[in-house]
């Protein structure tokens, strides 16, 4: 629970919560007097008795302080005996997020604050605070001040300006501890025209007064201002006396047991006294667990419990006399469970390795009253060989680094130790079982005398009660004894100072292609990574004319801009940071070239030469304006230089009819609108032959591979074509089980497996004589496969072609790549297709039309295509001719329809000439 100064909504203009708990009185602030004060009160009374009230949940309060009613606390949970700890919530040790939603930085705490709106806090132990600013204002030329440290009675406070140092001795200090109520403190009472506010808290019909100091500041004296302090008496049963005690179990029953800033639960302190004890324990020269706490952050009610309990290291349960702390301490197995008590199966949950921590970092308060930490690793996380997953347990009201640090064993212990939580339900004899209880569990099929502690009985229905329990293990408690880290002995630079400069800076201009389809050039940034112990990553900077075009952050050691503006001079800095300062700029001055750059390389050039032509074509170069593409052809082996030009061709394709026979490399560059050429030429060895008088049979395209030890992929949902890639099927996990820095090459590099692409067989009917040719695009990644165009009469035995190329005659024929481990490639369709270029025969012959109807001639031999038919009429009579119903395979045949210059159809005599394959 956190009670809130609040400014009360009947106030008019400016003035504060009348209640006086907080007032920023100005120069035209006016107190109305008690009349109004007492108003409100009673207007307060009548609304909390009002309907609309009646309904409002168990145990939640509202501020009768206000008449509008805000309600400043929330409700503890309702379900019979549960005030303590959620299913799941292993013993004494709250979550981490419940502990992050309570805690605040050392920083935080220190910091001065107007008191108007923030929580009147409640104190335990020794404690150090910022003050809670009210009632500022100027009287006989000094700053009168009000600082309000919270619920009473506290301790005389020590005072400390911002800087931790004592205040000034001009500066006059008067300190309310609230032991007693108090009149209203006679120095404001002079300075503020009609004041009479005695800074009470007033809830539930008691009346607490709350602890604050006034100061008289001079001029240039500090205005910002804390105060240590001992926090809240509390009552001990065991030696039945109150004090300011730092035993966090007296905390803890004190809160739950008070009805003014507590929740006013009734507390059987002789039953819980066990958990007093535990915390008193002596290790060492201090006691098992003390501090000091601020309970000054808005939270649940429940938030607070958990975090107070976590401190105590206890289990809340219901007594018949009250509520009962009981110490998560080790203890002995107090029965057994077997099968015949359960009903039902019993549920167990455990957490994800991978959320398991193997680090554990308590922050805690150290003797500078600041934040610092007590870490606990697990067994082999410093040298490497386990994974570091690290938790950061906010728990500020520790005082001690023994007791953080012990705290931190403990949980790291259970997370390894313990992480198994069960649920199940069982007759009347789990009323023998209380919260914190261990037990020995055995269900038949998963446990067997698991030991476990419990932390939660609820009623089921009639006769029937769940439990609720979580892995017991007295490994889990340590009484480790850590004292304060000394000095330290490194040869670590000081993390406050900044990293030297990066080295080896480098900028390429490099052109890509936008998602717009158009083309522009950027920087890729590259540098050697920083050494520096405390390096948290990179800042680059890209300036063109002192004006910053790109920022970029990055914890790698290259970075790439966006696009550029061409022929502008850019300077490139790059900072090494860490989590405290930059580096110095690492810098480079680079001019963009944009168009004027050369273009990429062409990727590829494929081609085959049939009856003495060159066919070539290939994959667009990168650039932002590609002018044409050239190409040149040398004898193989040759250089560009030495090259014979052919053409400069805007397209992708080229077929060329000029070349010699002989072997020839043909080389492909990329040619922008400003002359410059690619760097390097893509290149293809073709042998070109003599045979001009072939010509295209079919060409057929392949889609239906098989495969062996390859995998099918797409680039993309809209990528049309279908890939493979050489794949051994192994686990991502298991191949690369080392980080993944450890693996230089591309993922694919690392399939160990032999490898087979073909093409599935394609039948072109007849036994073709010709120019086969094959294409298909392969990527190697690893090595080169071996490539064969695959040639057979009867589609069984078959003849393989290395080079893709034959002059041969077949009837059947594919296309194959493969490769033994470890060689890996890639390949692609619908780029894979097969033709055939053959050279004709030629058949001749005599025949007779007629007057009427088609003459048929059938030819000799079985052919596939047709080239040509010549038919020449005989006689010195003008006669035209037409060709038709041409039927190719066993036989072929073809009609001849004879026609004289009137159009009508006579019967003649004539030669025919028929060329085919």
């Given at each position: 629970?956190?009670?809130?100064a609040?400014a009360?909504?009947?106030?008019?203009?400016?003035?504060?919560?009348?209640?006086?708990?907080?007032?920023?009185?100005?120069?035209?602030d006016?107190?109305?007097?008690?009349?109004?004060?007492t108003?409100?009160?009673?207007?307060?009374?009548?609304?909390?008795?009002?309907?609309?009230?009646?309904?409002?949940?168990d145990?939640?309060?509202?501020?009768?302080?206000?008449?509008?009613?805000?309600?400043?606390?929330?409700?503890?949970?309702?379900?019979?005996?549960?005030v303590?700890?959620?299913?799941?919530?292993?013993?004494?040790?709250?979550?981490?997020?419940?502990?992050s939603?309570?805690?605040?930085s050392?920083?935080?705490?220190?910091?001065?604050?107007a008191?108007?709106?923030?929580?009147?806090?409640?104190?335990?132990?020794?404690?150090?605070?910022?003050?809670?600013?009210?009632?500022?204002?100027?009287h006989?030329?000094?700053?009168?001040l009000?600082?309000?440290w919270?619920?009473?009675?506290?301790?005389?406070?020590?005072?400390?300006d911002?800087?931790?140092?004592?205040?000034p001795?001009?500066?006059?200090?008067?300190?309310v501890?609230?032991?007693?109520?108090?009149?209203?403190h006679?120095?404001?009472?002079?300075?503020?025209?009609g004041?009479?506010d005695?800074?009470?808290?007033?809830?539930?019909g008691?009346?607490?007064?709350?602890?604050?100091?006034?100061?008289?500041?001079?001029?240039?004296?500090?205005?910002?201002?804390?105060?240590?302090?001992?926090?809240?008496?509390?009552?001990?049963?065991?030696?039945?006396?109150?004090?300011?005690?730092?035993?966090?179990?007296?905390?803890?029953?004190d809160?739950?047991?008070?009805?003014?800033?507590?929740?006013?639960?009734?507390?059987?302190?002789?039953?819980?006294?066990?958990?007093?004890?535990?915390?008193?324990?002596?290790?060492?020269?201090?006691?098992?667990?003390?501090?000091?706490?601020?309970?000054?952050?808005?939270?649940?009610?429940e938030s607070?419990?958990?975090?107070?309990?976590t401190?105590?290291?206890?289990?809340?349960?219901?007594?018949?006399?009250?509520?009962?702390?009981?110490?998560?301490?080790?203890r002995?197995?107090?029965?057994?469970?077997?099968p015949?008590?359960?009903?039902?199966?019993v549920?167990?949950?455990?957490?994800?390795?991978?959320?398991?921590?193997?680090?554990?970092?308590?922050?805690?308060?150290?003797?500078?009253?600041?934040?610092?930490?007590?870490?606990?690793?697990?067994?082999?996380?410093?040298?490497g060989t386990?994974?570091w997953?690290?938790?950061?347990?906010?728990?500020?009201?520790?005082?001690?680094?023994?007791?953080?640090?012990r705290?931190?064993?403990?949980?790291?212990?259970?997370?390894?130790?313990t992480?198994?939580?069960?649920s199940?339900i069982?007759?009347?004899?789990?009323?023998?079982?209380?919260?914190?209880?261990?037990?020995?569990?055995?269900?038949?099929?998963?446990?067997?005398?698991?030991?476990?502690?419990?932390?939660?009985?609820?009623?089921?229905?009639?006769?029937?009660?769940?439990?609720?329990?979580?892995?017991?293990?007295?490994a889990?408690?340590?009484?480790?004894?850590?004292?304060?880290?000394?000095?330290?002995?490194?040869?670590?630079?000081?993390?406050?100072?900044?990293?030297?400069?990066?080295?080896?800076?480098?900028?390429?201009?490099?052109?890509?292609?936008?998602?717009?389809?158009?083309?522009?050039?950027?920087?890729?940034?590259?540098?050697?990574?920083?050494?520096?112990?405390?390096?948290?990553?990179?800042?680059?900077?890209?300036?063109?004319?002192?004006?910053?075009?790109?920022?970029?952050?990055?914890?790698?050691?290259?970075a790439?801009?966006?696009?550029?503006?061409?022929?502008?001079?850019?300077?490139?800095?790059?900072?090494?940071?860490?989590?405290?300062?930059?580096?110095e700029?690492?810098?480079?001055?680079?001019?963009?070239?944009?168009?004027?750059?050369?273009?990429?390389?062409?990727?590829?050039?494929?081609?085959?030469e049939?009856?003495?032509?060159?066919?070539l074509?290939?994959?667009?170069?990168?650039?932002?304006?590609?002018?044409?593409y050239?190409?040149?052809?040398?004898?193989?082996?040759g250089?560009w230089?030495?090259?014979?030009?052919i053409?400069?061709?805007?397209?992708?394709?080229?077929?060329?009819a000029?070349?010699?026979?002989?072997?020839?490399?043909f080389m492909?560059?990329?040619?922008?609108?400003?002359?410059?050429?690619s760097?390097?030429?893509?290149?293809?060895?073709?042998?070109v032959?003599?045979?001009?008088?072939?010509f295209?049979?079919?060409?057929?395209?392949?889609?239906?591979?098989?495969?062996?030890?390859?995998?099918?992929?797409?680039l993309?949902?809209?990528?049309?074509?279908?890939?493979w890639?050489?794949e051994?099927?192994?686990?991502?996990?298991?191949?690369?089980?080392?980080?993944?820095?450890?693996?230089?090459?591309?993922?694919?590099?690392?399939n160990?497996?032999?490898?087979?692409?073909r093409?599935?067989?394609?039948?072109?009917?007849?036994?073709?004589?010709?120019?086969?040719?094959?294409?298909?695009?392969?990527?190697?990644?690893?090595?080169?496969?071996?490539?064969a165009?695959?040639?057979?009469?009867?589609?069984?035995?078959?003849?393989?072609y290395?080079?893709?190329?034959?002059?041969?005659?077949?009837r059947f024929?594919?296309?194959?790549a493969q490769?033994?481990?470890?060689?890996?490639f890639?390949?692609?369709?619908?780029e894979?297709?097969?033709?055939?270029?053959?050279?004709?025969?030629?058949?001749?012959?005599?025949?007779?039309?007629?007057?009427?109807?088609?003459?048929t001639?059938?030819?000799e031999?079985?052919?596939a295509?047709?080239k040509?038919?010549?038919?020449?009429?005989?006689?010195?009579?003008p006669?035209?001719?037409?060709?038709?119903?041409?039927?190719?395979?066993?036989?072929?045949?073809?009609?001849?329809?004879?026609?004289?210059?009137?159009?009508n159809?006579?019967?003649?005599?004539f030669?025919?000439?028929?060329?085919?394959?």
């Open positions: 629970m956190v009670l809130h609040v009360c909504p009947h106030a008019r203009g400016r003035r504060a919560h009348p209640a006086g708990l907080v007032r920023n009185v100005g120069r035209r006016r107190y109305r007097g008690l009349a109004r004060r108003h409100l009160r009673r207007r307060a009374r009548r609304l909390e008795r009002g309907p609309r009230h009646r309904r409002r949940l145990g939640q309060r509202r501020d009768p302080r206000c008449g509008g009613g805000a309600r400043i606390v929330s409700a503890l949970p309702t379900l019979p005996g549960y303590a700890p959620r299913p799941n919530s292993a013993g004494g040790r709250a979550s981490r997020s419940n502990l939603r309570t805690a605040r050392a920083r935080e705490r220190r910091l001065t604050h008191a108007i709106g923030a929580a009147i806090a409640v104190h335990y132990g020794r404690v150090r605070c910022g003050a809670g600013v009210f009632s500022p204002v100027v006989a030329g000094k700053l009168l009000g600082c309000l919270g619920v009473g009675p506290l301790g005389e406070p020590t005072l400390y911002s800087s931790g140092n004592p205040l001795a001009g500066v006059e200090q008067s300190h501890t609230g032991d007693a109520l108090q009149p209203p006679p120095w404001l009472v002079d300075a503020i025209d004041y009479d005695a800074l009470v808290l007033e809830h539930g008691q009346t607490v007064p709350l602890a604050y100091s006034v100061l008289r500041i001079p001029k240039d004296a500090p205005a910002r201002i804390e105060a240590e302090f001992d926090g809240l008496a509390v009552y001990d049963s065991r030696t039945d006396t109150t004090d300011h005690f730092e035993n966090p179990a007296l905390w803890l029953a809160w739950l047991s008070n009805p003014v800033y507590g929740l006013g639960r009734t507390v059987d302190y002789a039953r819980s006294e066990a958990a007093f004890d535990a915390c008193d324990e002596a290790l060492g020269d201090e006691a098992r667990r003390w501090g000091g706490l601020s309970i000054d952050r808005r939270a649940s009610a607070w419990i958990e975090t107070l309990r401190y105590a290291g206890c289990i809340i349960t219901r007594g018949p006399d009250g509520l009962v702390l009981v110490p998560d301490r080790p002995a197995v107090s029965r057994h469970i077997g015949e008590q359960i009903i039902g199966s549920r167990l949950q455990r957490t994800a390795r991978a959320n398991r921590p193997t680090v554990v970092r308590v922050r805690y308060t150290g003797a500078d009253w600041n934040d610092t930490d007590a870490v606990a690793y697990a067994p082999g996380v410093l040298a386990r994974p997953r690290e938790s950061v347990v906010p728990l500020p009201g520790y005082r001690s680094h023994a007791v953080a640090y705290e931190a064993v403990e949980r790291l212990n259970a997370a390894i130790l992480d198994l939580d069960a199940w069982s007759t009347d004899e789990a009323l023998a079982d209380e919260i914190g209880d261990v037990v020995t569990l055995t269900d038949g099929e998963r446990l067997d005398a698991q030991p476990l502690r419990i932390t939660d009985v609820s009623p089921e229905g009639p006769g029937r009660w769940r439990i609720e329990a979580s892995a017991y293990d007295a889990v408690y340590s009484d480790a004894i850590a004292s304060a880290p000394g000095a330290i002995s490194t040869p670590l630079p000081d993390p406050r100072t900044p990293p030297p400069p990066v080295t080896v800076l480098a900028a390429t201009e490099e052109v890509y292609q936008q998602q717009n389809g158009t083309f522009s050039s950027r920087l890729r940034v590259s540098w050697d990574a920083s050494d520096w112990p405390y390096a948290t990553g990179y800042r680059v900077e890209v300036l063109a004319e002192d004006n910053l075009a790109w920022l970029i952050e990055t914890r790698s050691a290259s790439v801009t966006g696009a550029l503006q061409e022929l502008v001079e850019y300077t490139v800095r790059v900072f090494a940071v860490s989590e405290l300062v930059s580096g700029a690492a810098e480079l001055a680079v001019v963009a070239q944009g168009k004027f750059l050369p273009p990429g390389n062409v990727p590829s050039v494929s081609g085959f049939v009856g003495g032509e060159v066919r074509q290939w994959k667009p170069a990168i650039d932002i304006d590609i002018w044409r050239e190409v040149r052809y040398a004898p193989a082996g250089t230089a030495e090259g014979s030009l053409d400069r061709v805007d397209g992708l394709r080229l077929v060329a000029i070349i010699p026979a002989g072997e020839w490399d492909v560059k990329a040619v922008d609108s400003v002359g410059n050429y760097p390097a030429e893509a290149r293809r060895t073709i042998t032959t003599l045979d001009a008088a072939a295209l049979v079919d060409e057929v395209e392949l889609d239906a591979p098989v495969t062996e030890g390859m995998a099918e992929y797409r993309g949902r809209l990528d049309a074509a279908r890939r890639v050489t051994d099927g192994d686990a991502v996990a298991t191949k690369f089980a080392g980080a993944l820095t450890d693996y230089t090459e591309v993922l694919a590099a690392y160990a497996v032999a490898s087979l692409w093409s599935e067989s394609v039948d072109f009917g007849l036994t073709l004589a010709g120019n086969w040719s094959g294409q298909h695009t392969l990527t190697p990644v690893t090595g080169a496969p071996d490539t165009l695959e040639l057979s009469p009867d589609g069984a035995a078959w003849d393989d290395p080079s893709l190329v034959a002059k041969t005659s077949g024929a594919r296309l194959s490769a033994a481990s470890p060689i890996v890639a390949a692609e369709i619908p894979a297709s097969i033709r055939i270029d053959a050279t004709p025969r030629t058949e001749t012959g005599q025949a007779t039309s007629v007057a009427s109807g088609p003459t001639i059938t030819v031999q079985a052919y295509a047709v040509s038919i010549t038919v020449t009429p005989l006689g010195t009579t006669r035209t001719y037409a060709v038709d119903n041409i039927v190719v395979g066993d036989p072929t045949t073809f009609d001849v329809y004879l026609f004289d210059v009137s159009g159809q006579v019967a003649t005599d030669r025919w000439q028929f060329d085919g394959v």
